[in-house]
């Protein structure tokens, strides 16, 4: 049975491994020599203790997908706090849009995750009905929150929907009050 470590060891070299196919001639201009490389491959192994296996592998997947350059230990870090445990997650813009373009009664929304719900009510329905930057970026900051504490193991479901939550129809008898009010 392999252990904990071991299986550790294999994802730091899997790892490597990535970074050597996908940045085949700057990997070797950083790492020159086999020395190098197991001194890097220690360092990253001591810095990436804190993380899930999973996270770092998903980490390494968004870094191929998104750096045209060999990242730095500093740049795999950051992606490794910002990757989710579960790759099912839409990106921070995707789940912005998707928040956006949602409709009443929200619960019943198909949400492609809980935390996109759970970002939009946090931010607030109307502020996201006016889709400007500030409203974005609130949204992205309170859906990365989210993300860390889903990767903490949080776990997120949507309350279900109590009919008492559907909107009321209107009262014409106050109807009738407000055009007199208002002689309409």
């Given at each position: 049975?392999?252990?904990?470590?071991?299986?550790?060891?294999?994802?730091?070299?899997?790892?490597?491994?990535?970074?050597?196919?996908?940045?085949?001639?700057?990997?070797?201009?950083?790492?020159?020599?086999?020395?190098?490389?197991?001194?890097?491959?220690?360092?990253?192994?001591?810095?990436?203790?804190?993380?899930?296996?999973?996270?770092?592998?998903?980490?390494?997947?968004?870094?191929?997908?998104?750096?045209?350059?060999?990242?730095?230990?500093?740049?795999?870090?950051?992606?490794?706090?910002?990757?989710?445990?579960?790759?099912?997650?839409?990106?921070?813009?995707?789940?912005?849009?998707?928040?956006?373009?949602?409709?009443?009664?929200?619960?019943?929304?198909?949400?492609?995750?809980?935390?996109?719900?759970?970002?939009?009510?946090?931010?607030?329905?109307?502020?996201?009905?006016?889709?400007?930057?500030?409203?974005?970026?609130?949204?992205?900051?309170?859906?990365?929150?989210?993300?860390?504490?889903?990767?903490?193991?949080?776990?997120?479901?949507?309350?279900?929907f109590d009919e008492k939550e559907k909107q009321k129809d209107t009262d014409p008898k106050l109807l009738e009050k407000l055009r007199k009010k208002h002689n309409i």
């Open positions: 049975m392999i252990s904990n470590k071991e299986l550790y060891l294999d994802t730091i070299n899997k790892i490597f491994l990535d970074l050597e196919l996908a940045y085949h001639y700057q990997f070797y201009k950083v790492f020159s020599n086999e020395n190098k490389i197991n001194s890097a491959k220690k360092l990253w192994a001591e810095n990436l203790q804190q993380y899930e296996i999973q996270q770092i592998l998903n980490a390494s997947k968004i870094m191929i997908a998104k750096h045209e350059f060999l990242p730095t230990l500093h740049d795999f870090l950051k992606l490794c706090n910002e990757a989710p445990i579960n790759l099912n997650l839409p990106s921070s813009e995707a789940a912005f849009a998707e928040a956006c373009s949602s409709f009443s009664p929200r619960k019943l929304f198909p949400w492609s995750h809980p935390i996109v719900y759970f970002a939009g009510k946090k931010i607030g329905w109307s502020n996201l009905n006016l889709s400007n930057s500030a409203s974005k970026a609130q949204f992205i900051r309170i859906y990365k929150k989210l993300q860390l504490e889903l990767n903490n193991g949080i776990e997120f479901s949507i309350p279900n």
